[in-house]
């Protein structure tokens, strides 16, 4: 069974920066090509994808989170990142990080690691 554990989160000012981990559990993610994405999902609003990234390191962004957001994979540590900087109120929300539904099933999500961004 996959296992999903996000950390990184937290509170900070508009401007600022977070860096979030995403550690893949349960499989030997090395040598599956998954393409996993970070998502997140704000109080009262549907979750959704805001960047992606493929085995060999393509990624792809949101359209609110592009020139502001880097998606990053080390295959060999389990491990996904998710570097935001020029962080927004809007960005608050709880970041989830699972495979890119868009390529099929997903895992069954984690905890999810919260971020509040004030101004």
């Known amino acids: 069974q996959v296992q999903l554990v996000e950390s990184g989160g937290g509170l900070v000012q508009s401007g600022g920066s977070l860096r979030l981990s995403c550690k893949v559990g349960?499989?030997?993610?090395?040598?599956?090509?998954?393409?996993m994405g970070w998502y997140r999902q704000a109080p009262g609003k549907e979750r959704e994808l805001v960047a992606s990234?493929?085995?060999?390191?393509?990624?792809e962004y949101f359209d609110s989170v592009r020139g502001r957001f880097t998606i990053s994979r080390d295959n060999a540590r389990n491990t996904v990142y998710l570097q935001m900087n020029g962080l927004k109120p809007e960005d608050t929300a709880v970041y989830y990080c699972?495979?890119?539904?868009?390529?099929?099933?997903?895992?069954?999500w984690g905890q999810g690691t919260q971020v509040t961004v004030f101004s």
């Open positions: 699972n495979r890119n539904r868009a390529y099929g099933f997903i895992w069954s």
């Open positions: 349960g499989i030997d993610f090395s040598r599956m090509g998954y393409n």
């Open positions: 990234i493929s085995h060999g390191g393509d990624a």
